[in-house]
């Protein structure tokens, strides 16, 4: 027969472990950067592609329908890289502990793209950045793959991120010399730019599912004191 101490353990135990199921499998908050759903693409901007143009198609990703195109062309007087980019002047705070993650899709060539890396923070570039984490990322296939970063584990950074004013996102796209003289024009596809992070809600009850489950262990080493 359970006694009275045993029982008080057990019950802790149970709230713990039914607030830690609670918080993990609650729904997540999700901020939407850019899904290119409302067909505007204007606040994007390129740099570094000599040849370059952008737009918004009706060819779906695994979400959505509208999208942005980009279409790059290589050779000899271009360079080897360049960059799609929106200033937003957004506040991430919430989501500094989640993910960022869009999907990406080439017409072709995947094997000659070396990255399409993903970086945000300051607007400005070069050596006066304080304010900018890197995230390096080699496409696998030509077809749509999602690409997800934990925001915290970033390749590089530089300076202090500061998560309350992300003032730009950026993708640069780079290609190895011998695709950059080929006179090559492709496709690179981009969707549903989204963050994704647990809710304050989910954040207090894993927090208070800890809290009982150390009240448990306190418990359990209380009774065992008072059988010494």
């Given amino acids: 027969m359970l006694k009275l101490k045993d029982v008080g353990f057990l019950v802790f135990l149970i709230i713990s472990l039914v607030l830690f ?6 729904p997540k908050d999700i901020f939407i950067i850019d899904d290119f759903e409302n067909g505007e693409i204007v606040e994007w901007k390129e740099s570094g592609f000599a040849t370059i143009s952008y737009t918004t198609v009706n060819t779906s990703s695994s979400e959505n329908t509208a999208i942005a195109k980009i279409t790059i062309s290589t050779n000899e007087s271009t360079s080897k890289y360049g960059s799609f980019q929106k200033v937003i002047n957004q506040d991430w705070s919430n989501f500094k502990y989640g993910e960022i993650s869009f999907f990406i899709k080439l017409n072709d060539y995947y094997q000659k793209i070396y990255g399409v890396d993903l970086s945000f923070g300051d607007i400005v570039s070069g050596a006066s950045q304080s304010n900018k984490a890197n995230f390096f990322y080699r496409p696998t296939t030509n077809d749509w793959q999602e690409v997800k970063f934990k925001l915290y584990e970033h390749d590089s950074i530089l300076g202090t991120l500061n998560y309350k004013n992300i003032q730009r996102i950026r993708f640069s796209i780079g290609y190895g010399d011998e695709f ?17 992070g647990y809710s304050k809600k989910s954040i207090y009850l894993f927090i208070s599912s800890l809290i009982f489950f150390v009240i448990s262990l306190f418990i359990i080493f209380f009774n065992k004191m008072s059988k010494g």
């Fill in 21 to 26: 199921v609670i918080a993990f499998t609650s």
């Fill in 180 to 196: 950059y003289k080929s006179n090559t024009t492709f496709n690179v596809y981009i969707d549903d730019i989204k963050l994704t």
